[in-house]
């Protein structure tokens, strides 16, 4: 009889029943947070996920690309073959090196831009660095965010208010604004936006306002520079395991982030960050602009 051959099994490494679940271990860090002091540490490498040369030559600039989805990004960006430029607050240096590592670790160059996003001054200078040092701009994740929970409206702060507007909005506008001079037809820009910006959220009145606004400004860029062959376009995700999430919420909160999702557990960077490759690659998605696509661990009620 002839010799039978077995199929031979998947190998992947991260099977969805094998993703991190809660309960986690209490945990809270002061603002910003470092992913380095997490448990357990978010997942970015995407070991299954295999490069095919989409992003070849580009350089892309993201915002808040020291750790969580902006980390994950910058190493499937390299994977795909662009350099990258990283903006973060200098507290979060050592998170950046990590990521810096990572990068050149997948052969591309990575440029490190410590700074404050919304001080406009530091955008322009952060977009002028990378052109200078990688000759071009080709792709802007605008993903950097403040949050933090409240109660109650009154107890939103003026301070608090106008941190989490100019951190996730005015800055926005900024860094689009300053890389839109120095893009050329078929550039990307990917905006981060949140569920809450869908559905809202009684503790992070502001936070989920500021999303809110994402969404709407990323119909409208994209509508404003369709002319220019520049596509803009927004991820909107649900519960993800990132610093974002233990600096805000008390400890025993955070141990149990997404653990209400059909999926019983937060998003890891690494699951978020192949739709940021969608976007950027005009080998995907040369034909869309303007949308706002949702990441929910199972939720089908997004929009």
């Known amino acids: 009889m002839p010799k039978t051959t ?13 993703r991190p679940k809660p309960p986690f271990p209490a945990q809270h860090q002061k603002w910003p947070g470092l992913e380095s002091r997490m448990t357990p540490r978010p997942e970015f490498e995407a070991p299954d996920y295999k490069g095919s040369g989409k992003l070849d030559g580009c350089v892309a600039l993201i915002t808040g690309g020291d750790s969580g989805i902006g980390r994950a990004v910058a190493v499937l960006y390299a994977r795909e073959g662009a350099d990258v430029a ?61 949050q933090r929970h409240q109660d109650s409206i009154e107890d939103l702060s003026d301070e608090q208010l106008e941190r989490t507007f100019r951190t996730n909005i005015f800055a926005y506008f ?12 078929g550039s990307a820009i990917i905006n981060t936006g949140s569920i809450t910006g869908i559905q809202g959220s009684k503790q992070l009145l502001d936070y989920s306002a500021t999303k809110g ?23 909107a995700p649900g519960p993800i395991w990132t610093p974002l999430n233990v600096a805000d ?11 209400d999702v059909p999926m019983k557990r937060p998003g890891q960077p690494e699951e978020v960050a192949p739709t940021y490759v969608f976007f950027a690659s005009n080998a995907d998605s040369s034909y869309i602009t303007g949308e706002v696509l949702t990441l929910l661990g199972g939720e089908t009620t997004g929009g």
């Open 6 to 18: 077995k199929k031979k099994r998947s190998t992947s490494t991260r099977a969805n029943t094998r």
């Open 86 to 146: 990283i903006v973060y607050l200098p507290e979060e240096q050592s998170d950046a090196e990590v990521t810096e590592s990572a990068v050149v670790a997948e052969g591309r160059r990575c440029l490190l831009l410590p700074g404050d996003v919304r001080d406009n001054k530091f955008c322009n200078a952060a977009v002028l660095a990378t052109v200078d040092t990688f000759s071009r701009i080709d792709i802007l994740v605008n993903n950097a965010a403040f």
């Open 174 to 185: 900024y860094m689009a604004r300053a890389a839109v001079a120095h893009m050329q037809p």
């Open 213 to 235: 606004a994402i969404h709407a400004f990323t119909k409208s860029l994209a509508q404003n520079l369709v002319e220019k062959r520049i596509r803009v376009n927004c991820v």
């Open 249 to 259: 919420k008390p400890a025993r909160k955070a141990g149990k982030h997404g653990q």
